[in-house]
Nanobody
Framework: QVQLVESGGGLVQAGGSLRLSCTASGRIFTINTMDWYRQAPGKQRELVAS???????TYADSVEGRFTASRDNAKNAVFLQMQDLQPEDTAVYYC????????????????WGQGTQVTVSS
């Protein structure tokens, strides 16, 4: 199917920045949406940013103005630039990619990355 590899998490002080990356590989025909989710301990997974194939990304209210999602469609990659990080941003961040892949015809795929930990200290 389609595999995703994430990178870029880590430990940062409040006010700092991190950049997450997610690259998709496999017999990809086309990618529609590339999204970022996060899940904090004891909380449900929430959508952070959604990047369509073309057009502007949309964001959760809690990160609007601080996070920026971007795509490199030629490389099947999506990025999340996070600035002014706060302790409440601490979570495991996941990328989610949906589109079509080639396998005896075109089939839908909906793949998740392995997750990357972001920890923000106060």
């Amino acid at each position: 199917q389609v595999q995703l590899v994430e990178s870029g998490g880590g430990l940062v002080q409040a006010g700092g920045s991190l950049r997450l990356s997610c690259t998709a590989s496999g017999r990809i025909f086309t990618i529609n949406t590339m999204d970022w989710y996060r899940q904090a301990p004891g909380k449900q997974r929430e959508l952070v940013a959604s990047s369509p194939y073309s057009g502007r990304a949309t964001y959760a209210d809690s990160v609007e103005g601080r996070f920026t999602a971007s795509r490199d469609n030629a490389k099947n990659a999506v990025f999340l630039q996070m600035q002014d990080l706060q302790p409440e941003d601490t979570a495991v961040y996941y990328c989610n990619v949906r589109g079509l892949y080639s396998n005896a015809g075109l089939r839908d795929f909906d793949s998740w990355g392995q997750g990357t930990q972001v920890t923000v200290s106060s």
